[in-house]
């Protein structure tokens, strides 16, 4: 069985001293006397000064800012953050959708990162993203499915998911799109 992400980033942490030389505390240090903010400024710092491989940069990275499930204090505070001002009027679509997900059974995994919501079961098989102040886009992983109207290819939207499906009123909740979900949960 595929490990959690919670496992996996112990298991970056319990290797960092030995794998760069340095403890998450010490690179914390080095990130916060930086005067950086960003999660690219501290990879280029990283990767760049320090020779820090791509998956400890960006472990690291996260660990500083504290953005996603695994770093952060109070995940429903990631969520009610991307709900917020003029996405506001998405939370309800947001929440019939997770209602819904969540049915599919106990092992769901719902896991906010800073500006999307990551869904898994072994691994990750949806996310849901207020990506316009309109507009919910939710990317599926569904390999080997041909695209359609409203099953797009992801292209650009996200490369960690195959499908999206753009979802503006509550009515697209539907049967057709948690079909689509299920599919996706059940290959996870």
Avoid: C
């Avoid at 996405?87 to 995994?109: C, H, T, W």
């Avoid at 992983?141 to 999206?164: D, I, Q, Y």
């Amino acid at each position: 069985m595929a490990k959690s992400p919670e496992e996996m980033k112990a298991a970056m942490i319990a290797g960092l001293s030995e794998k760069t030389g340095k403890s998450l505390e010490e690179w914390l240090k080095i990130l916060r006397a930086s005067k950086l903010s960003k999660h690219k400024e501290f990879m280029g710092l990283l990767k760049n000064e320090y020779g820090v491989t791509h998956g400890f940069a960006n472990m690291i990275a996260l660990q500083a800012l504290q953005t996603d499930s695994h770093t952060a204090g109070d995940t429903d505070a990631l969520v009610d953050a991307q709900y917020a001002g003029a996405k506001a009027g998405l939370r309800p679509i947001y929440d019939a959708l997770l209602s819904a997900i969540q049915k599919f059974g106990k092992d769901i995994e719902v896991s906010p990162k800073k500006a999307y919501v990551s869904l898994r079961r072994n691994k990750q098989f949806a996310i849901i993203q207020p990506s316009t102040a309109t507009r919910i886009d939710v990317g599926i992983n569904l390999k080997g499915t041909a695209p359609t109207e409203r099953l797009e290819a992801s292209g650009s939207f996200n490369a960690m998911v195959t499908h999206r499906v753009r979802v503006e009123k509550p009515n697209d909740v539907d049967g057709q799109l948690l079909s689509w979900l299920k599919k996706a949960y059940e290959a996870a």
